[in-house]
């Protein structure tokens, strides 16, 4: 069984999606192994956002997903990684389909309503970073 990582951005959080999203991950299988609220300090952001905190439109990222809590979670499952990105659909909700999950609860590139994890390395950093050993129930 493999393991991603997933947050319940603001915006979900703002639409009250969170259920809808997590009924879609459940009805294809994947079960919830962590689960936890938290809203997301500067420090941790330019952290797992390394990879862009270099970037003129980070600043839009740090504010946004500062802006309030979120629900982050490990979920687990068959090919879980690549099945949830199929689930969401393409990082810019504009151009995802309706029947995805961004298709149908996102508004634009940011604004994409989950972030998850886009490969089994990053999952695996991704969830140490976020959650405690203890934290996970696998």
């Given amino acids: 069984m493999q393991k991603t990582f997933v947050i319940f951005k603001p915006d979900c959080m703002e639409q009250k999606h969170v259920g ?11 079960s919830v192994i962590g689960c ?3 809203r997301l300090t500067f420090a941790l952001l330019r952290e797992h956002y390394a990879h862009v905190a270099d970037k003129p439109f980070y600043p839009e ?3 946004f997903m500062s802006s309030r809590p979120v629900i982050m979670m490990a979920l687990q499952g068959d090919n879980i990684v690549q099945q949830v990105r199929d689930l969401l659909g393409p990082t810019d909700s504009r151009k995802a389909a309706k029947g995805t999950i961004r ?5 634009e590139m940011m604004k ?8 089994d390395e990053n999952a695996k950093i991704e ?12």
Avoid: P, Q, Y
Wanted: net charge negative; glycine share 8%.
């Fill in 20 to 30: 809808n999203v997590l009924s879609r991950f459940e009805s294809a299988g994947f």
């Fill in 36 to 38: 936890k609220m938290t």
């Fill in 61 to 63: 990222i740090e504010e």
């Fill in 103 to 107: 298709g149908d609860f996102g508004t």
């Fill in 112 to 119: 994409n309503v989950v972030h998850a994890s886009d490969s």
């Fill in 127 to 138: 969830l140490a970073r976020f959650f405690k050993a203890e934290e996970l129930f696998a």
